[in-house]
């Protein structure tokens, strides 16, 4: 089955500074990779995804790339805001199963 | 917007007990999910279903674990004789179809076991 890697597990940056999360994946047939905030006490709320045919795409201040020659996939955050603090949860998915890394702990620092 | 809603929000339940945690999925979506996240680990995925049947399921999901779509709405997942380590937050999802449809979520229902 599908295993998939993320790190850091914490990660702190100053107000306006930029946050990069990064992932890996194992199963070559994964074709869909969101990644999601996670807010204290609330489900996983999606907040960026790519699909296998496309290397980079951009909303506004977050960024997702995907290398899959090397199966790895990043988020980007620039201009950070406290706001952005939370856990964030990449994910692939393949066969109809989404699977989720173990979470980045974000703390934004005003 | 529609969204995925589950109920209840927070369920104590003694060892040994049965517990019924319930969703109601997008109402135009056809795979539906469970998943469980313990306190401050990863999201875990339980089991998918499609079309009236269980699609995959994962090693937590044993025997004391089921789902059911009773009545075209509602999708629940029961456990048979929770055990501590059942505690955790449960959450359902579902999505359209397709190979990259987006998977929404609900807010959880948090199990605690005592």
């Known amino acids: 089955g599908e295993n998939v890697e993320q790190h850091p597990s914490t990660l702190s940056v100053q107000e306006g500074d930029s946050a990069v999360i990064k992932c890996t994946y194992s199963?070559?047939?994964?074709?869909?990779f969101p990644w999601y905030k996670q807010e204290l006490g609330k489900g996983p709320q999606l907040i960026i995804d790519?699909?296998?045919?496309?290397g980079e795409k951009k909303d506004q201040r977050i960024a997702v790339t995907l290398n899959k020659t090397a199966k790895h996939f990043s988020l980007h955050i620039t201009e950070t805001q406290p706001e952005d603090s939370a856990v964030y949860f990449c994910?692939?998915?393949?066969?109809?199963?989404?699977?989720f890394g173990i979470g980045t702990k974000l703390q934004v620092i005003p | 917007e529609p969204e995925v809603t589950q109920t209840p929000s927070h369920q104590v339940t003694q060892m040994g007990q049965e517990v019924i945690l319930r969703c109601v999925p997008i109402?135009?979506?056809?795979?539906f999910y469970w998943y469980r996240q313990i306190l401050g680990q990863k999201v875990e995925f339980l089991v998918s279903?499609?079309?009236?049947?269980?699609?995959?399921k994962s090693e937590i999901f044993d025997d004391q674990f089921s789902v059911e779509r009773p009545d075209g709405s509602n999708f629940t997942l029961k456990i048979r004789s929770t055990k501590l380590e059942d505690s955790a937050m449960y959450f359902c999802?579902?999505?359209?179809?397709?190979?990259?449809?987006?998977?929404?979520f609900g807010e959880g229902s948090r199990l605690t076991v005592l």
């Open positions: 999802a579902s999505r359209l179809a397709g190979a990259t449809g987006e998977l929404f």
């Open positions: 199963d070559s047939a994964s074709n869909y």
């Open positions: 790519i699909r296998s045919n496309v």
């Open positions: 994910a692939a998915l393949s066969y109809q199963k989404v699977t």
């Open positions: 109402s135009n979506h056809l795979y």
């Open positions: 279903f499609y079309n009236n049947e269980i699609s995959e």
